[in-house]
């Protein structure tokens, strides 16, 4: 593996290393060595073209963990403004030396088009509405760490399945792994093309909830939502949004999780997402061991 563009490039066996080597590395850097000397003298650039909390805030803290020099580079207030485009931005990174390059970008298959300009490593870090691979990395990791299992772990994705480049990931890996998913939104944020995903569709919360081990909440984004968005926010959160009394329906060791940012009072209740079963903080935790695992497989290891 050269680059990691979608979740759907990933076999089983590499998925199952990735997550094995960021369990290692959680163990590793969680003991007393926090820093590890395997990416001294590389350079990471995470490039981003679209705002970021968690995903930019890990994959620095990964790479930093690594020994590696990370550059952060956002396309507010650099010569993008001036009009340079995105090849032109990544041919002078890679003229600094850069060795992997993490790139978010508005553009579905952005990060496809850099590797092909780029020596380097690139690394999705979210293009448009199309992929999130190491987001459903993460997530897997998070499903297997608290149930102990992925095979066969039913999996419901519901909200803004249009717009989410998380869903999509999210659907291909865990069909490689073993797992069954059903997405549920409404008809209206539902893709075209979904028949060919493997997955299920449903457009009924309640009828898949007591049915679902996994129940990963997405955000409506309001920011891609170039019509107008129907039903509305306020039917939405009644027919979808996840609130104490859909909770209790739920089975008793199912999990709740959702990878951010969240709106609470929207997709997820304030109550629901702070509970011990909602695992939104690990998910952010186990972000940096496997962006860590991500970078040393990419760019160090053997
Ligand atoms: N989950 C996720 O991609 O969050 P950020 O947009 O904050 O990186």
Same mark, same amino acid.
């Given at each position: 593996?050269?680059?990691?563009?979608?979740?759907?490039?990933?076999?089983?066996?590499?998925?199952?290393?990735?997550?094995?080597?960021?369990?290692?590395?959680?163990?590793?850097?969680?003991?007393?060595?926090?820093?590890?000397?395997?990416?001294?003298?590389?350079?990471?650039? *995470?490039?981003?073209?679209?705002?970021?909390?968690?995903?930019? %805030?890990?994959?620095?803290?990964?790479?930093?963990?690594?020994?590696?020099?990370?550059? *952060?580079?956002?396309?507010?207030?650099?010569?993008?403004?001036?009009?340079?485009?995105?090849?032109?931005?990544?041919? %002078?990174?890679?003229?600094?030396?850069?060795?992997?390059?993490?790139?978010?970008?508005?553009?579905?298959?952005?990060?496809?088009?850099?590797?092909?300009?780029?020596?380097?490593?690139?690394?999705?870090?979210?293009?448009?509405?199309?992929?999130? /691979?190491?987001?459903?990395?993460?997530?897997?990791?998070?499903?297997?760490?608290?149930?102990?299992?992925?095979?066969?772990?039913?999996?419901?994705?519901?909200?803004?399945?249009?717009?989410?480049? +998380?869903?999509?990931? *999210?659907?291909?890996?865990?069909?490689?792994?073993?797992?069954?998913?059903?997405?549920?939104? /409404?008809?209206?944020?539902?893709?075209?093309?979904?028949?060919?995903?493997?997955?299920?569709?449903?457009?009924?919360?309640?009828?898949?909830?007591?049915?679902?081990?996994?129940?990963?909440?997405?955000?409506?984004?309001?920011?891609?939502?170039?019509?107008?968005?129907?039903? %509305?926010?306020?039917?939405?959160?009644?027919?979808?949004?996840?609130?104490?009394?859909?909770?209790?329906?739920?089975?008793?060791?199912?999990?709740?999780?959702?990878?951010?940012?969240?709106?609470?009072?929207?997709?997820?209740?304030?109550?629901?997402?702070?509970?011990?079963?909602?695992? +939104?903080?690990?998910?952010?935790? *186990?972000?940096?061991?496997?962006?860590?695992? +991500?970078?040393?497989?990419?760019?160090?290891?053997?």
């Amino acid at each position: 593996m050269r680059h990691l563009l979608s979740a759907g490039d990933l076999s089983r066996d590499e998925a199952l290393l990735v997550l094995d080597t960021a369990a290692e590395l959680a163990q590793v850097s969680g003991r007393s060595v926090k820093k590890l000397p395997t990416l001294r003298g590389r350079t990471v650039v *995470n490039l981003f073209y679209e705002d970021s909390t968690r995903t930019l %805030t890990s994959f620095e803290l990964a790479a930093k963990r690594l020994s590696a020099d990370v550059v *952060n580079f956002s396309a507010k207030g650099s010569s993008v403004s001036k009009g340079e485009s995105l090849k032109d931005t990544a041919l %002078t990174l890679q003229a600094m030396g850069a060795d992997g390059v993490v790139v978010r970008h508005s553009a579905s298959g952005a990060a496809h088009r850099l590797a092909e300009w780029v020596d380097g490593a690139v690394l999705n870090a979210g293009d448009g509405t199309h992929e999130h /691979p190491t987001q459903a990395l993460l997530d897997v990791y998070t499903m297997r760490e608290r149930l102990g299992r992925l095979d066969g772990l039913r999996v419901a994705v519901v909200g803004d399945i249009l717009h989410s480049r +998380v869903a999509r990931s *999210n659907v291909l890996l865990l069909h490689t792994l073993g797992a069954e998913v059903t997405l549920v939104a /409404p008809p209206t944020l539902v893709p075209v093309s979904v028949h060919t995903w493997p997955c299920s569709v449903s457009y009924d919360l309640d009828a898949v909830l007591p049915k679902s081990d996994v129940v990963m909440l997405l955000r409506v984004q309001a920011e891609r939502m170039h019509d107008a968005f129907f039903p %509305t926010a306020r039917e939405y959160s009644r027919r979808y949004g996840l609130d104490g009394e859909r909770f209790a329906r739920m089975q008793d060791d199912a999990i709740v999780m959702h990878p951010g940012p969240m709106v609470r009072g929207m997709e997820i209740s304030a109550e629901v997402a702070d509970s011990p079963r909602s695992t +939104v903080n690990e998910q952010v935790a *186990n972000g940096v061991s496997v962006r860590m695992a +991500v970078l040393y497989l990419l760019l160090g290891g053997s």
